[in-house]
């Protein structure tokens, strides 16, 4: 089967997935809700009871939050990916998500704004600090004119590096040890403290930036041909990157003002994505979206679960798979294939 | 009528290294214009200046009378195509229908998918360059040869007025060579195209323009310029050039560094 014909198959597949994930998601935790009920109570039918604030007020926020926040990074690592020519590119390694906590974090602790204004300003602030350090690993990755993995990797982990500990360090010495928490959140990520009232602006920010980058799969293409080729076919490069450089920070910021910086989701989630329905961004990102989605709520659930009534960051579990991933991924790569210009 | 006339070209590098100077040629409809000369010539620089992946310091590059470096990148790349040498595909794997499908970008708006009509012209021109079995195939997984050809179909979907090619035979066999030229000839396009083979050029072209140190040295029909003389100026070798017997064209023979014979 041509992975054109394999679409609607993934996409279905994948869909099954979610809503099942979702569905254990609801059920599971460290009280142990049956599926008749958890059903009764999405659908409206059940009485209002204990199990109903557990499933609606807590764990669905959650899902949802988790849900939006890995199909995000799938699509942004998916974007990434195409704009660095290179497989290796995730919002996390190359610093974006690390950037987008620093900048997150310094509103927090300067204070700036309370209440409303705070939703307002810290995906702001966390948008300016991905953009800031996506603009400084892919200079820094580019210096002397061609762009090898190795050194784009290099350079993302080490402003990756740079920044977590930027944001630790800001987070230990603005006040009190309780901000042992907080560094977690904000350097490994987290989906716990999810509320309804704080899943409007990723959820729009996902659908619009998703809807906007599919219309963009021809643009996406033509840049895994590289600049020259892209350019001699018709696309501004300069112009298109620059806009997608902002629109993918944007994305990112938001996200990550809400979960804090989730590692590896955007590398695994596009490799496996192209494995079942090849490069082609029309159908790429559709694929990868949905599977970024189940992917970190299935990792949320294992994330609250596997070590119950501790609640792991779920960064950690998503590095723990992710790691190990990237290696394959490194060993794997043929000899000369670092995506430079031939 | 397309015309394209580079006038007075030159290019220099940031760093301060000249690497083309007066480079004045021009080339109409349905002409084939090759560059020869010896590696480090100046042949890709001049084909990347005259496709716009460089701006020259001086001099313009004229298409139809205007200047090609101030179309708008897209309206160029409606009437240029390239085929550059060595294509690469980076660490992301596209199918080789997904490459060729790509010389329809520069014709839809960005968000617009490709029609049924572009699917039959990225099937036809993979039929017509040998390759419609690999349609599906990974493009990094193709041979040299294979790929150039791909990228031969990808130019001729593009529908262009000028095709650009940079060594179009270097990786293909003898017959795909053959048929390559012949295929880029029969468009009707003006083409450009930096040759090592002298016969090839000689058979194919209407006019050889042979470039050294960055100038243009000698340009004209090939039994003008495809002289002996030239060949031990331009190349350091020693050759005899005849008139072949079945084509009528100029053959270069090339002869031993030892064997210095004074023949012409």
Request: aromatic share 4%; with cysteine; charged share 15%.
């Amino acid at each position: 089967m041509t992975p054109r014909r394999r679409y609607p198959l993934v996409l279905g597949v994948l869909a099954t997935v979610l809503v099942a994930a979702a569905g254990a998601g609801l059920a599971l935790g460290s009280v142990r809700i049956p599926a008749g009920d958890v059903l009764g109570i999405v659908t409206g039918s059940a009485e209002p009871g204990p199990y109903r604030t557990i499933v609606l007020d807590v764990r669905l926020p959650r899902v949802v939050l988790g849900a939006v926040t890995g199909a995000g990074l799938a699509v942004i690592g998916t974007v990434l990916q195409a704009l660095v020519r290179n497989p290796l590119a995730d919002p996390f390694l190359l610093g974006v998500s690390s950037g987008a906590s620093a900048g997150a974090v310094a509103v927090i602790v300067l204070g700036v704004g309370a209440g409303v204004a705070t939703t307002v300003a810290l995906p702001a602030a966390a948008f300016a600090g991905a953009l800031a350090a996506l603009v400084l690993v892919y200079g820094l990755a580019r210096r002397g004119g061609s762009m090898t993995g190795g050194r784009l990797v290099l350079a993302g982990v080490a402003v990756s590096y740079v920044l977590s500990a930027l944001t630790s360090l800001i987070l230990v010495t603005s006040a009190g040890a309780e901000h042992v928490q907080e560094v977690l959140h904000w350097t490994l990520g987290g989906l716990g403290g999810a509320r309804w009232d704080m899943l409007a602006l990723p959820t729009t920010a996902l659908t619009l930036g998703t809807l906007v980058l599919i219309a963009l799969a021809r643009p996406l293409d033509l840049l895994l041909v590289g600049e020259e080729g892209a350019t001699v076919l018709g696309l501004d490069t300069g112009r298109f990157r620059a806009g997608v450089f902002v629109l993918a920070s944007l994305l990112t910021g938001i996200l990550v003002a809400y979960s804090g910086a989730i590692g590896f989701v955007g590398l695994m989630v596009p490799h496996a994505a192209r494995m079942a329905v090849g490069a082609a961004h029309r159908t790429l990102l559709p694929v990868a979206a949905l599977g970024g989605a189940a992917f970190l709520v299935l990792a949320d659930l294992a994330a609250r679960t596997v070590a119950a009534p501790q609640d792991i960051p779920v960064g950690v579990l998503t590095a723990l798979t992710g790691g190990p991933f990237f290696l394959w991924m490194l060993r794997g790569r043929r000899a000369g294939a670092e995506g430079s210009p031939a | 009528m397309t015309t394209l006339r580079a006038e007075s070209l030159s290019y220099t590098t940031p760093q301060g290294r000249t690497l083309l100077s007066d480079i004045t040629l021009h080339a109409a409809d349905g002409e084939t214009v090759a560059l020869v000369g010896p590696n480090g010539s100046g042949k890709t620089t001049l084909l990347r200046c005259v496709y716009a992946a460089l701006r020259p310091t001086g001099g313009r590059v004229l298409l139809d009378g205007a200047d090609l470096h101030a179309l708008p990148v897209k309206a160029r790349a409606r009437r240029i195509a390239t085929v550059p040498q060595d294509a690469d595909a980076g660490g992301i794997e596209l199918t080789v229908r997904e490459i060729v499908a790509m010389g329809r970008s520069p014709h839809h708006r960005f968000w617009e998918a490709d029609t049924a009509a572009d699917d039959t012209l990225v099937r036809e021109a993979l039929a017509r360059v040998g390759i419609a079995d690999l349609a599906a195939r990974p493009f990094p997984s193709l041979s040299g040869g294979e790929r150039q050809r791909a990228l031969v179909a990808r130019a001729l979907v593009q529908q262009p007025d000028v095709v650009v090619l940079d060594e179009p035979t270097n990786h293909l066999d003898i017959r795909y060579q053959l048929e390559i030229l012949s295929l880029v000839r029969e468009l009707g396009t003006v083409n450009l195209l930096a040759l090592h083979d002298l016969n090839l050029a000689a058979y194919y072209c209407d006019r050889i323009c042979v470039l050294a140190g960055g100038r243009i040295v000698a340009a004209g029909p090939p039994a003008d310029v495809l002289t002996a003389e030239l060949l031990r100026e331009v190349y350091a070798v020693n050759a005899e050039v005849g008139v072949h017997p079945v084509t009528g064209a100029p053959t270069v023979v090339y002869l031993p560094p030892a064997r210095v014979t004074a023949t012409s």
